[in-house]
C-alpha cells in the first residue's frame, strides 16, 4: 500500500509560478507509473503529466512547455512545476501512482488508464486569477 499526500496548492495571479508535492510513503515499487490529475468545476478528470521509474515524462498539451514532473532521487516525492499559469489552470489537483506490470500488459505510462492508478491523495486546489 502507497500513501500519497499533496502540498502546495494556493491562489496566484496568471503568468505566475506554483510547485505542487506528492510525498509518498509506505511500500514502494520500482515499476510505477506516478501522475498529476486535475479536476476543474464542470469538466472532466484530466491526466496532467506522467513520470515513470526511469524518468520518462508525459504531459498533457495544455501544459506542455509550462509544466516539469519530477521526483527526488529518492523517489519519495513526486514534484509538480507549473510555471505561466493560466485561468483554466484552475482545478483541484491531485497525484496518484499506478503499479506498471509485465503480466497485466501494463509496460509504461501510456498503457495505463485513470482506473489503473490505485493510489490517490486527497488533492490540492490550485486557483489562478486572471
Known amino acids: 500500500q502507497v500513501e500519497l499526500v499533496e502540498s502546495g496548492g494556493g491562489s496566484v495571479q496568471a503568468g505566475g509560478s506554483l510547485r505542487l508535492s506528492c510525498a509518498a510513503s509506505?511500500?514502494?515499487?520500482?515499476?510505477?507509473?506516478m501522475g498529476w490529475f486535475r479536476q476543474a468545476p464542470g469538466k472532466e478528470r484530466e491526466g496532467v503529466a506522467y513520470?515513470?521509474?526511469?524518468?520518462?515524462?508525459n504531459y498533457a498539451s495544455s501544459v506542455k512547455g509550462r509544466f516539469t514532473i519530477s521526483q527526488e532521487n529518492a523517489k519519495n516525492t513526486l514534484y509538480l512545476q507549473m510555471n505561466s499559469l493560466k485561468p483554466e489552470d484552475t482545478a483541484m489537483y491531485y497525484c496518484?501512482?499506478?503499479?506498471?506490470?509485465?503480466?497485466?500488459?501494463?509496460?509504461?505510462?501510456?498503457?495505463?488508464?485513470?482506473?489503473?492508478?490505485?493510489?490517490w491523495g486527497q488533492g490540492t486546489q490550485v486557483t489562478v486569477s486572471s
Open positions: 496518484a501512482a499506478g503499479r506498471l506490470s509485465w503480466w497485466a500488459g501494463l509496460y509504461a505510462c501510456s498503457d495505463l488508464g485513470s482506473a489503473d492508478f490505485a493510489y
Open positions: 509506505g511500500h514502494t515499487y520500482s515499476n510505477y507509473c
Open positions: 513520470i515513470d521509474a526511469y524518468g520518462s515524462t
